[in-house]
């Protein structure tokens, strides 16, 4: 798999011309910045449709890879590179398709030298995949290893080298071939999403796919395999995603019946990873809609999880009852004080809500009440733009012994395996050129917190569900606040992440971000529960519960009706991608020339 590896990590259009001799690093080198000033430069980040470039908040994030490919790129370029070669590719597929041998396509679309060893050998590898040796297949494979799988189960695209799940399901997803061809149906779905690939060709690999799969469940020795629980269960993500309503309630009954028929979901295959991937799913799918799971802690659905470890600190959430304070001398969250106080009374008080009984009694109701409102007016007169002050100890402790946790607002965590002594400029260290910035400027994870902290404060206080608090503007407001804070920051802080999210996406569904915060949430607790199960089963469990008290124990969801979740294929027909800036144009100027020389 070291073909693979380098798949997840080298790019295709390096320079290798000006590099001297002895060195055993490539750039990635980027198009020159098309903005005008004075915002030239920005293009390189990704931005939200009709957000404005912050300079005081746009961090370059610095990284060293072991193989010394990719020493010292900024992993938000080297995650905006691939998409854009990804996507420039596919442009030149779709129009002159299967006509063009791959490597000369890819050296002619980038104009670029051959590819290295590495690109050579998986090109070579590639055929021997189980799936039509097309050009658009290969080209979908390339997408899934270098950009979509690097946000299956890590918030900020860089998954960590040591993680068991990413070890098993890279194999997995591009070994087994009815899990592959459902990795090139979701492929296919994010790149008709950006506009890339036709709506006819999606909707060939959907054909395919149900063709595939629907053969491999009337096989009475292969209907509840593992290749069939992991295809399913990958399946009821791209229809949430991208599908019709319809087609999501087929996948989801099925599942269940599956289960069923299986006799239980305590190991689905992946030694256990598929039971945690089907559970997230299933907690997520209703966490986003309001509603109840169809099997998490569902009585025939039991899951048990023998191994227990430690809690990591930026897995700390209010929705987490016994762990420790967030207002802690001792935390190495980097948050502020007013941050830190916010968290803990939004824990006291979801805790509150989360331990009543069944049928409470007056007293407890007032009680919690008074709780809320004593909550909604501290929170209320903390101050919405606080700043934070980064001691340099802070920025410079090793991983190993500080956590995954212990990395500054704006800082990228070290990955494992890195090493730290490698040579920098002299006079400079790695918060050079951000301490000064981050000083001043506001803390925006303190805007979230407040924000969502007063949306929890109010539901609870009119108790009503969380949907009917946050308005679009609301979303709109703490979406942009956390998106500028950048996904490294949140991996440190996964915990208020997931709880931040819950809040305010289900009412972002009729938005351009809609798809972006369903992904967002799935990544997010499919790095908490792929590391530690029991944090994520507990923050689920406390939040479902949550909800259900606010809507009143009601379900919100048909009698008949499989679940209240609904596909997003509508609304991603409506806006299409939320990143409009970063993808180059549809059809190359080349194309557009010769279609008139043909005139």
């Given at each position: 798999?070291?073909?693979?590896?380098?798949?997840?990590?080298?790019?295709?259009?390096?320079?290798?011309?000006?590099?001297?001799?002895?060195?055993?690093?490539?750039?990635?080198?980027?198009?020159?910045?098309?903005?005008?000033?004075?915002?030239?430069?920005?293009?390189?980040?990704?931005?939200?449709?009709?957000?404005?470039?912050?300079?005081?908040?746009?961090?370059?994030?610095?990284?060293?890879?072991?193989?010394?490919?990719?020493?010292?790129?900024?992993?938000?370029?080297?995650?905006?590179?691939?998409?854009?070669?990804?996507?420039?590719?596919?442009?030149?597929?779709?129009?002159?398709?299967?006509?063009?041998?791959?490597?000369?396509?890819?050296?002619?679309?980038?104009?670029?030298?051959?590819?290295?060893?590495?690109?050579?050998?998986?090109?070579?590898?590639?055929?021997?995949?189980?799936?039509?040796?097309?050009?658009?297949?290969?080209?979908?494979?390339?997408?899934?290893?270098?950009?979509?799988?690097?946000?299956?189960?890590?918030?900020?695209?860089?998954?960590?080298?040591?993680?068991?799940?990413?070890?098993?399901?890279?194999?997995?997803?591009?070994?087994?071939?009815?899990?592959?061809?459902?990795?090139?149906?979701?492929?296919?779905?994010?790149?008709?999403?950006?506009?890339?690939?036709?709506?006819?060709?999606?909707?060939?690999?959907?054909?395919?796919?149900?063709?595939?799969?629907?053969?491999?469940?009337?096989?009475?020795?292969?209907?509840?395999?593992?290749?069939?629980?992991?295809?399913?269960?990958?399946?009821?993500?791209?229809?949430?995603?991208?599908?019709?309503?319809?087609?999501?309630?087929?996948?989801?009954?099925?599942?269940?019946?599956?289960?069923?028929?299986?006799?239980?979901?305590?190991?689905?295959?992946?030694?256990?990873?598929?039971?945690?991937?089907?559970?997230?799913?299933?907690?997520?799918?209703?966490?986003?809609?309001?509603?109840?799971?169809l099997m998490f802690l569902e009585p025939g659905f039991e899951f048990y999880d023998p191994f227990r470890v430690p809690l990591q600190v930026n897995f700390n959430s209010p929705l987490l009852f016994d762990c420790p304070p967030f207002?802690?001398?001792?935390?190495?969250?980097?948050?502020?004080?007013?941050?830190?106080?916010?968290?803990?009374?939004?824990?006291?008080?979801?805790?509150?809500?989360?331990?009543?009984?069944?049928?409470?009694?007056?007293?407890?109701?007032?009680?919690?009440?008074?709780?809320?409102?004593?909550?909604?007016?501290?929170?209320?007169?903390?101050?919405?733009?606080?700043?934070?002050?980064?001691?340099?100890?802070?920025?410079?402790?090793?991983?190993?012994?500080?956590?995954?946790?212990?990395?500054?607002?704006?800082?990228?965590?070290?990955?494992?395996?890195?090493?730290?002594?490698?040579?920098?400029?002299?006079?400079?260290?790695?918060?050079d050129g951000r301490s000064a910035v981050l000083e001043e400027a506001p803390d925006l994870v303190h805007r979230c917190v407040r924000a969502t902290a007063l949306i929890y404060c109010q539901a609870i206080v009119q108790r009503e569900?969380?949907?009917?608090?946050?308005?679009?503007?609301?979303?709109?407001?703490?979406?942009?606040?956390?998106?500028?804070?950048?996904?490294?920051?949140?991996?440190?802080l996964s915990g208020i992440f997931a709880w931040m999210m819950i809040a305010i996406l289900a009412s972002s569904h009729q938005s351009v971000h809609s798809r972006m915060t369903k992904t967002l949430l799935v990544t997010a607790f499919?790095?908490?529960?792929?590391?530690?199960?029991?944090?994520?089963?507990?923050?689920?469990?406390?939040?479902?519960?949550?909800?259900?008290?606010?809507?009143?124990?009601?379900?919100?969801?048909?009698?008949?009706?499989?679940?209240?979740?609904?596909?997003?294929?509508?609304?991603?027909?409506?806006?299409?991608?939320?990143?409009?800036?970063?993808?180059?144009?549809?059809?190359?100027?080349?194309?557009?020339?010769?279609?008139?020389?043909?005139?």
């Amino acid at each position: 798999m070291d073909t693979v590896h380098d798949a997840l990590l080298q790019v295709e259009g390096q320079q290798a011309a000006g590099k001297p001799s002895g060195t055993t690093s490539t750039a990635v080198q980027l198009p020159s910045p098309a903005l005008p000033p004075p915002h030239r430069g920005w293009n390189r980040y990704f931005l939200m449709h009709g957000q404005t470039p912050d300079a005081e908040r746009l961090l370059r994030l610095r990284f060293r890879d072991k193989t010394g490919v990719l020493a010292g790129q900024d992993i938000i370029e080297l995650l905006q590179y691939i998409l854009k070669t990804r996507l420039r590719v596919t442009n030149s597929i779709v129009k002159d398709e299967w006509q063009i041998d791959g490597a000369h396509l890819l050296r002619a679309t980038q104009e670029a030298s051959p590819p290295g060893v590495s690109l050579s050998r998986f090109d070579d590898e590639i055929r021997y995949l189980p799936m039509a040796p097309t050009q658009m297949n290969k080209e979908l494979v390339r997408t899934h290893l270098q950009l979509m799988s690097r946000f299956k189960a890590s918030l900020d695209g860089s998954p960590r080298p040591n993680n068991r799940f990413m070890k098993r399901w890279i194999p997995y997803s591009i070994q087994d071939p009815l899990v592959l061809h459902v990795v090139l149906c979701s492929t296919a779905s994010f790149l008709n999403e950006t506009g890339r690939v036709p709506k006819v060709m999606l909707l060939h690999h959907r054909q395919t796919v149900m063709r595939m799969l629907n053969e491999h469940l009337a096989h009475p020795h292969m209907c509840t395999d593992d290749s069939a629980m992991l295809a399913v269960a990958q399946m009821i993500l791209t229809s949430w995603y991208w599908g019709g309503t319809e087609e999501l309630h087929a996948h989801m009954a099925g599942f269940k019946r599956m289960v069923q028929m299986r006799g239980s979901i305590q190991n689905l295959g992946m030694e256990g990873y598929t039971s945690k991937v089907a559970l997230i799913d299933d907690f997520v799918i209703a966490l986003a809609h309001e509603t109840e799971p169809l099997m998490f802690l569902e009585p025939g659905f039991e899951f048990y999880d023998p191994f227990r470890v430690p809690l990591q600190v930026n897995f700390n959430s209010p929705l987490l009852f016994d762990c420790p304070p967030f207002l802690s001398p001792a935390s190495s969250l980097q948050l502020h004080p007013h941050t830190a106080q916010i968290l803990d009374d939004v824990r006291t008080l979801t805790k509150a809500v989360v331990q009543l009984p069944e049928q409470p009694s007056d007293d407890e109701l007032d009680s919690l009440y008074s709780t809320a409102t004593s909550v909604l007016l501290a929170v209320g007169h903390v101050p919405e733009d606080v700043t934070m002050r980064l001691s340099p100890a802070a920025t410079s402790q090793p991983d190993a012994a500080a956590g995954p946790a212990s990395t500054a607002p704006g800082l990228k965590r070290k990955r494992q395996g890195d090493d730290s002594s490698a040579p920098r400029k002299a006079g400079t260290n790695e918060a050079d050129g951000r301490s000064a910035v981050l000083e001043e400027a506001p803390d925006l994870v303190h805007r979230c917190v407040r924000a969502t902290a007063l949306i929890y404060c109010q539901a609870i206080v009119q108790r009503e569900p969380t949907s009917r608090v946050c308005s679009e503007t609301d979303f709109a407001r703490i979406w942009g606040w956390a998106w500028t804070v950048g996904l490294d920051r949140w991996s440190s802080l996964s915990g208020i992440f997931a709880w931040m999210m819950i809040a305010i996406l289900a009412s972002s569904h009729q938005s351009v971000h809609s798809r972006m915060t369903k992904t967002l949430l799935v990544t997010a607790f499919m790095y908490i529960g792929t590391e530690n199960w029991h944090v994520a089963e507990d923050t689920a469990a406390a939040a479902l519960k949550l909800q259900r008290w606010l809507r009143g124990g009601q379900s919100f969801r048909d009698a008949g009706v499989v679940s209240a979740a609904f596909g997003g294929e509508s609304i991603i027909e409506r806006y299409g991608f939320a990143f409009k800036d970063a993808m180059p144009e549809v059809v190359p100027q080349l194309f557009d020339d010769e279609s008139e020389a043909a005139d």
